[in-house]
């Protein structure tokens, strides 16, 4: 497991773009495979993306696709999803998490499912006003 950290949340406008980072410590970052969830409020939280170890392999929710990226930066111990064409909709806590990207991981019932990923970070706020 691994501790990991989200930034660059905040307050923007319909139509914006914003980078959300995930930082995490220790030796461990490469061999996980990452995801994006969030959630809003009085709602469940929902898959947005993940990436594989490596970071030659994603997959998108149907909500954001088209309209978010995710990447990894393995040096950096970091993953990334730059969010674009922002709507009201996509107000919420997000939160990044890892997994080891194991074979049984890589079917939709454990990457796209909390119950899939055993590490979990704090979340940052990202609001989009009309």
């Known amino acids: 497991q691994v501790q990991l950290v989200e930034s660059g949340g905040g307050l923007v406008q319909a139509g914006d773009s914003l980078r959300l980072s995930c930082a995490a410590s220790?030796?461990?970052?490469?061999?996980?495979?990452m995801g994006w969830f969030r959630q809003a409020p009085g709602k469940e939280r929902t898959f947005l993306a993940v990436?594989?170890?490596?970071?030659?392999?994603?997959v998108y929710a149907d909500s954001v696709k088209g309209r978010f990226t995710i990447s990894r930066d393995n040096a950096k111990n970091t993953v990334y999803l730059q969010m674009n064409s922002l709507k009201p909709e996509d107000t919420a806590v997000y939160y990044c998490?890892?997994?080891?990207?194991?074979?049984?991981?890589?079917?939709?019932?454990?990457?796209?499912?909390?119950?899939?990923?055993?590490?979990w970070g704090q979340g940052t706020q990202v609001t989009v006003s009309s």
């Open positions: 220790g030796r461990t970052f490469s061999t996980y495979a």
């Open positions: 990436i594989s170890q490596s970071g030659g392999n994603t």
């Open positions: 998490a890892g997994a080891p990207g194991t074979f049984t991981f890589w079917s939709r019932t454990y990457y796209a499912q909390d119950k899939g990923y055993d590490c």
